[in-house]
């Protein structure tokens, strides 16, 4: 794909597979006295995982895993704001800020962040205007109800037509209508957000056919629960199982892997992509 995105000051070469570091904002460190070192915890974690070969820092204020609560706009923004605002201005890094809400939106594009992924797709109130508003790109990611009830009793009758035709075409269409144009969107089928270990298995075996909405794909499998139900493995043991689901992704297509281990997530990535290309220079280092 000659996908080309623009990301604030940053152009991302989606012509090979990029990864995206996964940067945990721990809420406790962030609103009390603990700001500081955590901050700067923050930044050597994002500093290593760029030099590991990360093209994205992903930051995210909100928890998004099942059973999570919603957090305040005022909250997620103190949790977030510092840290968009250090990575920006320390290491000048693309930063994609994880967020469903309005007010993180317009505030991510002010602090120079490159990129909003929103696991909610643009469907709260006043997100698709704030997102159109901040000029930057959007993930737009498909899931199934919200952390509190989403793993409850999942169903689909056709989980891949139904995340793809019906729901992510669904949304590009309302984003187009709202005026972000489509070459601002990526989509992303949304790993473990309303959706069974059968169902996210499914996704990712027939995820080619995202490729229908021509756009870039983003994928998150990283250390999730459809690695540890397969496998039997707790939380820090599932590296071996999610390169091998990044492999399948890249594979099938998937133009930005959102990951915690990015150092084994790049030789997966250039192994997978010396394949596809039949050798060549590994694009990733
Ligand atoms: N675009 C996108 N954003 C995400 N944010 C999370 S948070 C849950 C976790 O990392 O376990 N997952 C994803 C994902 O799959 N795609």
Same mark, same amino acid.
């Given at each position: ?8 000051? =940053?152009?991302?070469? &989606? ?20 700001? =500081?070192?955590?901050?700067? !915890?923050?930044?050597? =974690? ?22 999570? &609560? ?30 469903? @809400? ?8 002010? &602090? ?10 643009? *469907? ?14 959007? @993930? ?14 999942? /169903? ?5 037509? *139904?995340?793809?035709? !019906?729901? &992510? ?5 309302? @984003?187009?209508? #709202? ?16 959706? /069974? ?11 080619? /056919?995202?490729?229908?909405? #021509? ?33 399948? #992704?890249?594979?099938?297509? #998937? ?5 915690? !281990?990015?150092?084994?997530?790049? !030789? ?18």
């Amino acid at each position: 794909n000659a996908f080309q995105l623009r990301c604030g000051r =940053h152009l991302l070469d &989606l012509s090979f597979p990029r990864v995206m570091g996964v940067l945990n904002v721990t809420p406790d460190s962030f609103s009390d006295g603990g700001q =500081h070192v955590a901050l700067d !915890d923050a930044l050597r =974690h994002a500093e290593r995982m760029l030099a590991e070969g990360a093209a994205i820092i992903d930051v995210g204020g909100e928890s998004t895993r099942p059973g999570a &609560l919603p957090v305040s706009p005022q909250e997620e923004l103190d949790r977030v704001a510092p840290v968009v605002e250090a990575l920006v201005r320390e290491l000048d890094a693309l930063v994609s800020v994880d967020t469903s @809400c309005p007010a993180v939106m317009r505030e991510a594009g002010e &602090l120079g962040a490159g990129m909003i992924n929103d696991v909610r797709a643009l *469907e709260r109130e006043g997100a698709l205007l704030a997102a159109a508003g901040s000029g930057l790109p959007v @993930c737009l990611m498909h899931r199934q109800g919200e952390p509190q009830n989403m793993q409850q009793a999942p /169903s689909y009758q056709q989980p891949v037509e *139904e995340v793809v035709a !019906d729901y &992510l075409a669904r949304r590009v269409a309302a @984003c187009e209508a #709202a005026g972000l144009r489509r070459n601002r969107l990526l989509i992303d089928p949304g790993f473990g957000f309303g959706k /069974s270990v059968e169902h996210n298995l499914r996704l990712l075996k027939y995820m080619q /056919s995202l490729q229908t909405l #021509a756009l870039p794909l983003l994928v998150g499998m990283s250390r999730k629960s459809m690695i540890g139900k397969v496998l039997g493995r707790p939380v820090e043991e599932r590296l071996p199982g999610g390169l091998a689901l990044t492999a399948m #992704a890249v594979e099938r297509g #998937a133009n930005i892997l959102r990951v915690h !281990d990015v150092a084994a997530t790049v !030789d997966a990535v250039n192994m997978t992509w010396a394949v596809l290309q039949e050798g060549g220079e590994p694009p990733l280092h």
